[in-house]
């Protein structure tokens, strides 16, 4: 195997959306992808900077701007079914970084694939982003991990280069604007109308924690909108007022990580350490749908047992 390059996220130089590859040796010698031979290209601590998909996993979804790409490992036999449980280290740790600092990935897809194998050369498709991660088991019972990758907004730029190239405090660094990117994207996605109902009913003060959020001298309080089950593909929740908690920015992470979960009768857990925080605060206003709570605990297949 030969020696991989240095780490870069971003857009392959003289490469053009939609180019054709005959083999991984040309995606490599025009810096699509680091590796010969090799499916991801990325560490635990680094984060993923390219993937070269060839249908290796049942699992998967190619849906042009959106992708449900599931994780390395877990012995998938002949019919890209695993074996084995998939664990949350490696590269797949490192698809962790990258949705949470917001880091593009540059995706390939393999043509013509049989057994695995890609027959008919390979196409570049550009800057995608880890939207959403989850973890299920499989109808043998193999925990799975899964994540949406989503287009990058056309005419995005992506700058590569060493950080220390930035100069004054207004020019950020490449991972500085990814991550910006991807905090307004999210902004966005979590500021709905209707999230904004759920908000303003509890004074924009978390329903987990319910430590108020103060921003400014006067009194004004920051939350964001959660969805419970998630919005888009592959979990198609609905955008309503019974789907959606007011967290503060760390319980929502937590929340939408699968740090935190809530039982049937709406209580808060710990789900690393199964150690039940408290109640969930529910305003008589606000009807919570179950199933919508029960879902979001089947998306944690590793951690909602016995909860």
């Given amino acids: 195997m030969s020696p991989s390059k240095p780490i870069s996220f971003g857009p392959p130089p003289y490469v053009t959306e939609g180019q054709w590859f005959r083999t991984h040796d040309a995606l490599y010698a025009a810096d ?21 998909a060839s249908g290796g996993y049942a699992g998967d979804e190619d849906l042009g701007d959106v992708i449900v ?29 990258n949705y949470r600092e917001g880091l593009p990935i540059r995706y390939v897809r393999g043509l013509g694939i049989k057994r695995g194998k ?51 405090d207004d020019v950020a660094t490449p991972l500085q604007q990814a991550a910006a990117r991807y905090v307004s994207t999210q902004r966005r996605v979590h500021n709905t109308e209707e999230a904004r109902a759920i908000k303003s ?7 987990m924690c319910r430590i108020p959020l103060v921003v400014d001298a006067h009194g004004a309080r920051y939350s964001e909108g959660a969805h419970i089950h998630a919005l888009g593909r592959p979990h198609d929740g609905r955008d309503v007022r019974s789907n ?5 920015p760390n319980c929502h992470v937590l929340f939408d990580s699968g740090a935190r979960l809530i039982t049937d009768d709406f209580k808060v857990v710990d789900a690393l350490t199964r150690e039940v925080l408290g109640d969930l605060h529910v ?15 089947t998306r944690w297949a590793d951690r909602s047992q016995d909860v």
């Fill in 244 to 248: 959606i908690l007011c967290l503060c």
């Fill in 69 to 97: 790409y599931t994780a390395q490992g877990g012995a998938p036999d002949e019919d890209g079914c695993l074996t084995a449980d998939q664990e949350l280290t490696g590269v797949n740790e490192g698809m962790l970084i």
């Fill in 283 to 297: 305003e008589p206003g606000h009807q919570i749908d179950p199933a919508c709570v029960h879902q979001h605990r």
């Fill in 118 to 168: 890609a027959t008919e050369g390979y196409r570049y498709r550009g800057l995608y982003l880890v939207e959403d991660y989850w973890s299920v088991r499989t109808d043998r019972g193999h925990l799975m991990w899964q994540f949406r990758l989503a287009k990058a907004m056309a005419g995005e730029r992506w700058d590569s280069g060493d950080a220390g190239d930035a100069v004054g």
């Fill in 201 to 207: 009913l509890y004074g924009n003060t978390c329903q």
């Fill in 32 to 52: 699509v992808h680091r590796f010969r031979g090799r499916g991801i290209s990325g560490t635990s601590h680094e984060g993923v900077d390219s993937i070269v």
